[in-house]
């Protein structure tokens, strides 16, 4: 019933709303997996704080990456 009704709601939206929904859900998506992969590659000793912890982080929305990319890596 939940699937049915999330159908419904994105059918009613126009369609340079659906678009405008895709294009920030990719950005989004993008975002979260370019700040996995560089946690992944970097050194422990060159993010600020636990990987384990910004790999959370990450995960919410757009302030988690962005965040990631401004404070949680050390610049040498």
């Known amino acids: 019933m939940a699937k049915k009704n999330l159908k419904q709601q994105w ?26 992969a560089d946690l992944a590659a970097r050194p422990a000793s060159q993010v600020n704080g636990r990987k384990g912890m910004w790999a959370v982080i990450i995960a919410v929305n757009f302030i988690g990456p962005i965040a990631y990319f401004l404070i949680g890596r050390r610049r040498s």
């Open 11 to 36: 059918d009613n939206l126009s369609p340079s709303k659906q678009a405008g929904t895709m294009v920030l859900a990719s950005i989004q998506l993008s975002l979260a997996v370019s700040a996995w």
